[in-house]
């Protein structure tokens, strides 16, 4: 059995037209430390299943497990972070930082080290005392990246997390995140295919709603890369496989 | 040339300071302007002076009430109600509000209830307040409690169900308990709103205690302004609503300096910075 495993997960919410199957028998298997990333179409539950694997929604039928434990809540072995920051406005950088060691009862003077800490390691141990709204955008989302990798958490779920940044910004972050989140379990979800194949170990493409795994792709050479020939043709591959996807689901 | 020059130099140094003179100063020329028309309408008798006295009869005679300690008494005695019956109404409605918000059950079975409540004004209340608390203080503070209970549970839930929720499935995803995330998510959340609550909330104790103090009290603003109606004392009626006025104001300043401090981590443009009118540079 694998480290996280999706096994049958279906999730089906009430709609005010009636019911809507968001995923439908999706299964999955991840190794530790493997960073797959998870691509797909608007709509496709994408985030629905991220939300399922952090604890935050609970599937209509079948389930999570981490290292064969059910997942049935949320908890710091499973750190997510999201397409914006979401800082808590009225706590500086460190504070932030230390937001899920409080929550963990560590004591104040620790929790203020081991933030600082991992502030620094994002380059930003100039800014621990700044308000949110003080911090640019890729600052802000360092400091969401540091907030989650300071719990050292078993699984790192990240639903979209570049997506609002400049492609110079993304890029630079990119890499920092296949640096800080070597040797860690990463369920990432992305809506670029360059930016899935730059960082994944393997490439999953969920089909067009209700989601279910229709490709899995394992991506050769260590993340993350630079764009080679090979690589430019796999881009248009799996372009070309969500645009069937496209064309079938609307025939 | 260089005369008008100089002239052109001059205006534009005169109408910088104007601009920043004009927020205070305009303030006070305003109610300048109202009092002496004010003064001269009851002087010149254009409405009879016993139902509108002139401005300074109304000073005069505040300052009398002043100098005899009648009026502190009374201010004293009505802020001790106001006092009470909002921290009272504050104490439940904060998190009676923060409870409907988060649990829609619970806000289904008492919407009708707080519908059906909110509306009834405090004077409604005060045969049921005689009959249930007698004279005296009790039930001035009850009639100020459930004038201002309901508008604060309203507020309150309103305020909770528009906190982020996004925020909060960070912090559980931080590992935050459900009530780790009430205390630190949703309370500092909240906090601005609950403050503007409290500004909302005692503008309406004020407003309420008229109401409260027509209940049998010998003591108080509005017991003061009762009685001056009672006897025809005009200007007795006016120094009250001035006083509550000032003391209206003087608690909003303080709160907004509260709010200052406790949020100073807000920030961005706020709406009326968008319409402001802008200065070209000189």
């Not at chain 1, 955008?137 to 940044?165: F, I, K, N, T, Y």
């Not at chain 2, 005069?60 to 005695?77: N, Q």
């Not at chain 2, 209340?125 to 009790?138: R, S, T």
Request: hydrophobic share 50%.
């Amino acid at each position: 059995m694998s480290y996280l495993e999706l096994i049958g997960v279906c999730k089906r919410y009430h709609a005010v037209d009636g019911e809507v199957v968001a995923l439908h028998d999706v299964n999955l298997s991840i190794e530790r430390g493997e960073f797959v990333v998870l691509l797909g179409h608007s709509g496709c539950g994408k985030s629905t299943l991220l939300q399922i694997v952090a604890g935050l929604e609970l599937a209509s039928a079948g389930g999570a497990q981490l290292d064969s434990r059910p997942i049935t809540h949320c908890s710091a072995e499973r750190a997510m972070i999201f397409q914006d920051p979401n800082l808590f406005p009225w706590l500086t950088a460190v504070e932030n930082v230390a937001f899920g060691l409080r929550m963990a009862g560590y004591p104040p003077g620790e929790r203020r080290r081991m933030a600082q800490q991992a502030l620094a390691r994002m380059s930003l141990g100039a800014a621990t005392s700044l308000y949110p709204h003080e911090l640019s955008g890729g600052m802000q989302q360092r400091v969401a990246l540091a907030r989650a990798l300071v719990l050292d958490p078993a699984v790192l779920l990240m639903d979209e997390p570049l997506a609002s940044l400049d492609a110079l910004l993304r890029s630079r972050l990119q890499h920092e995140i296949r640096a800080r989140c070597a040797g860690r379990t990463v369920l990432f979800v992305t809506h670029s295919i360059r930016e899935a194949i730059v960082l994944a170990d393997r490439v999953v493409i969920l089909s067009p709603r209700p989601g279910h795994v229709q490709h899995d792709i394992v991506v050769e050479g260590t993340p993350p890369r630079s764009l080679t020939p090979a690589l430019v043709h796999l881009e248009q591959e799996i372009e070309s496989l969500m645009l069937q996807q496209e064309v079938s689901s609307l025939s | 040339m260089s005369t008008l020059r100089s002239m052109m130099g001059a205006w534009s140094r005169l109408r910088h300071i104007h601009v920043r003179w004009r927020p205070w100063g305009s303030r006070w020329v305003l109610l300048l302007a109202l009092a002496m028309v004010w003064e001269l309408v009851s002087r010149l008798a254009l409405v009879d002076p016993l139902l509108l006295p002139p401005f300074t009869g109304v000073l005069s005679r505040g300052w009398e009430l002043s100098l005899s300690g009648r009026l502190a008494g009374d201010l004293l005695a009505s802020a001790w109600r106001v006092l009470l019956g909002f921290a009272l109404a504050a104490l439940l409605a904060n998190p009676v509000g923060i409870a409907l918000g988060l649990y829609p059950a619970i806000e289904d079975l008492m919407s009708t209830l707080l519908s059906v409540l909110r509306p009834l004004s405090p004077p409604a209340w005060i045969p049921l307040a005689i009959l249930w608390f007698g004279i005296g203080d009790a039930p001035a503070v009850f009639i100020i409690f459930v004038g201002t209970f309901f508008s604060l549970v309203i507020g309150t839930l309103a305020a909770t169900k528009a906190v982020d929720s996004q925020l909060i499935k960070v912090a559980l995803t931080m590992g935050a308990s459900r009530w780790q995330s009430v205390c630190h998510v949703i309370l500092p959340s909240l906090l601005p709103a609950l403050i503007t609550q409290v500004r909302l909330g005692l503008g309406l104790a004020w407003m309420c205690v008229i109401a409260a103090e027509m209940v049998a009290v010998r003591r108080g603003i509005g017991f003061l302004m009762i009685e001056a109606r009672n006897l025809f004392r005009t200007e007795d009626v006016i120094v009250g609503m001035i006083t509550i006025g000032l003391v209206g104001l003087c608690t909003d300043r303080l709160l907004i300096g509260v709010e200052r401090v406790l949020c100073r981590w807000r920030a961005g443009l706020a709406p009326s910075q968008l319409y402001v009118r802008r200065e070209r540079s000189p």
